[in-house]
């Protein structure tokens, strides 16, 4: 990758019916990349000299869970997985500006969720 930072979400839920979403499968790149099986979760690599890994993903909320299953949150994803730093998923576009300052490069690929690639151009 060279220096920059890659920033990379993974798969959006898909709602099935109203209240009902199909059972959830993550980006096979994301999975491939960080082993984290979760929805609302984005990973950013930072290259070059002091590479990090950051992980963004979904709280422990014991009252989701109950309906939603297990969540690591940020503090059990960094340790069961082994990123530099893991953060809440609404920590992200505050937390964006400072891992992108100052950085040569940015990778994103846009075009696959429109969600996504809307908050991403609106800048």
């Known amino acids: 990758m060279g220096a920059g930072v890659a920033v990379i979400p993974t ?3 898909r709602v099935r019916n109203r209240d009902s979403h199909y059972p959830y499968r993550f980006d096979s790149y994301f999975y491939y990349l960080t082993g ?3 929805p609302e979760a984005v990973l950013v690599l ?3 000299d ?3 890994s950051v992980l963004f993903c979904r709280p422990r909320d014991e009252e989701r869970e109950i ?3 297990y969540r690591f949150g940020p503090e059990g994803a ?3 997985f ?3 730093e893991c953060h809440p998923v609404a920590e992200l576009d505050e937390r964006l500006a400072q891992l992108l300052a100052d950085q040569p490069v940015l990778h994103c690929h846009l075009g696959e969720d429109a969600r996504w ?3 991403c151009s609106a800048g």
């Open 67 to 69: 309906w939603d299953g």
């Open 82 to 84: 082994g990123f530099d």
């Open 11 to 13: 798969a959006p839920e």
């Open 50 to 52: 002091s590479p990090k």
């Open 46 to 48: 930072i290259a070059g």
């Open 117 to 119: 690639t809307s908050a």
């Open 36 to 38: 984290f099986p979760e």
């Open 78 to 80: 960094r340790e069961r």
